[in-house]
T-cell receptor, first 113, second 116 residues
């Protein structure tokens, strides 16, 4: 079963606009990660936020984490056509000696030139 | 480093045939993961290894699937016999788990499997 669910499933914006994607999960976590997947490619890690962190920045990316609501958001500012991809959140559930990630269903982002 | 290497990139086979997918993780990584991605089910973890030992194979769909990791630089995922519903993209990923829990996973380019 999927731990994380992204919202929206698909998002279409104009180049230069900001894109916000949300992720909700079910169980307590050690950390939450966001990955990007370009069409026909493998996933690429974007950013990791630990359960004791509330916000993290990396370039044009901003991630927030609210453990009380079991949710996270990924903000991409000043989007570019090259940002067109699917974005997945992945959670690391708090389990005994388990190091697996559980991926959500993803948000398909289209940035129109 | 060349990253995670998977072969073949594409595989087309007929129902009932044996399929073997191969993965070379990033040197020095101690965890290796096999995933399957389909439109219907998304990205599913099939099995993962730590220091070449299988830790959790609860995601392996059925006995037709098996995975091995004979050494730190090589893993295989085998499907025997293959069925059309096995058609999917199979990803291998590796990770170096540091203190504090799960770390970044590095994905290979995937193997697109089509079973006719």
């Amino acid at each position: 079963s999927q731990q994380g669910e992204e919202d929206p499933q698909a998002l279409s914006i104009q180049e230069g606009e900001n894109a916000t994607m949300n992720c909700s999960y079910k169980t307590s976590i050690n950390n939450l990660q966001w990955y990007r997947q370009n069409s026909g490619r493998g996933l690429v890690h974007l950013i990791l936020i630990r359960s004791n962190e509330r916000e993290k920045h990396s370039g044009r990316l901003r991630v927030t984490l609210d453990t009380s609501k079991k949710s996270s958001s990924l903000l991409i500012t000043a989007s570019r056509a090259a940002d067109t991809a699917s974005y997945f959140c992945a959670t690391d559930p708090r389990m005994d000696s388990s190091y697996k990630l559980i991926f959500g269903s993803g948000t398909r982002l289209l940035v129109r030139p | 480093d060349a990253g995670v290497i998977q072969s073949p990139r594409h595989e087309v086979t007929e129902m009932g045939q044996e399929v073997t997918l191969r993965c070379k993780p990033i040197s020095g990584h101690d965890y290796l993961f096999w995933y399957r991605q389909t439109m219907m089910r998304g990205l599913e973890l099939l099995i993962y290894f730590n220091n070449n030992v299988p830790i959790d194979d609860s995601g392996m769909p059925e006995d037709r699937f098996s995975a091995k990791m004979p050494n730190a630089s090589f893993s295989t995922l085998k499907i025997q016999p293959s069925e059309p519903r096995d058609s999917a993209v199979y990803f291998c990923a590796s990770s170096l788990v540091r203190q504090g829990g799960t770390d970044t996973q590095y994905f290979g380019p995937g193997t697109r499997l089509t079973v006719l």
